[in-house]
């Protein structure tokens, strides 16, 4: 079993919809997580740090489950140009783990 | 603004070649990893460095060896060459210290074909 993992996708929504990925992670001593956001052939940037209290950033919204050992992130309103490949990411003292990505394609 | 510069961006190689990626960033990064990148399977970490002068392994580091002799360059070197190792390669850096000491920063990637 991968130490975090995705559903791989492609998740096909309709301009304006809500969409929620979640992340699984099996390394309880995990201590901080991530989501990147990778576009076809570019590099991950970062798009949220995902806090136990939540977070939000505008259209983005990241909650983090640790009795559950699972991450989400919430896109409200979703654009065209939210269609991208999103990576969970757990941070395990200096190494970082990576799920496999989720691929959003936000139709028009 | 450079931050995380990799080079070369693309690399063709014949199988048993030998190379080597340069990873520099400008950001006085403590902290710097390579990864690797393959459909289906996400971002693998190969090496990383917590500081100048020390690397350790990563979770798929057979065939790769690294160097951190500075503290802004980290070095993936591939002595013999197989087609398994066609991938592209990220390098990151984080500082490792202040609020956002945990932010990977990534390199635009190296596009590495082996024949």
């Known amino acids: 079993r991968k130490e975090v993992e995705q559903d791989p996708g492609p998740f096909n929504v309709p301009e304006g919809a809500t969409v929620a990925f979640n992340c699984t992670y099996s390394n309880s001593a995990s201590q901080s997580f991530f989501w990147y956001r990778q576009d076809c052939r570019k590099e991950p940037k970062l798009l949220m740090s995902?806090?136990?209290s939540g977070n939000e950033d505008g259209r983005f919204t990241a909650q983090l489950n640790r009795a559950s050992q699972y991450i989400s992130l919430l896109i409200r309103d979703s654009k065209l140009s939210d269609s991208a490949t999103y990576l969970c990411?757990?941070?395990?003292?200096?190494?970082?783990?990576f799920g496999t990505g989720t691929r959003l394609k936000v139709l028009a | 603004n450079a931050g995380v510069t990799q080079t070369p961006k693309f690399r063709v190689l014949k199988t048993g070649q030998s190379m080597t990626l340069l990873c520099a960033q400008d950001?006085?990064?403590?902290?710097m990893y390579w990864y690797r990148q393959d459909p289906g399977m996400g971002l693998r970490l190969i090496h990383y460095?917590?500081?100048?002068?020390?690397?350790a392994k990563g979770e798929v580091p057979d065939g790769y060896n690294v160097s951190r002799l500075k503290k802004q360059n980290f070095l993936l070197g591939l002595e013999s060459a197989a087609p398994s190792q066609t991938s592209v390669y990220f390098c990151?850096?984080?500082?490792?210290?202040?609020?956002?000491?945990?932010?990977?920063?990534f390199g635009a990637g190296t596009r590495l074909s082996v024949l």
């Open positions: 460095s917590v500081g100048e002068g020390t690397t």
């Open positions: 950001m006085n990064h403590e902290y």
């Open positions: 995902v806090y136990s």
């Open positions: 990411a757990g941070l395990t003292t200096y190494k970082y783990i």
């Open positions: 990151a850096s984080s500082s490792g210290t202040g609020l956002a000491k945990n932010i990977q920063y």
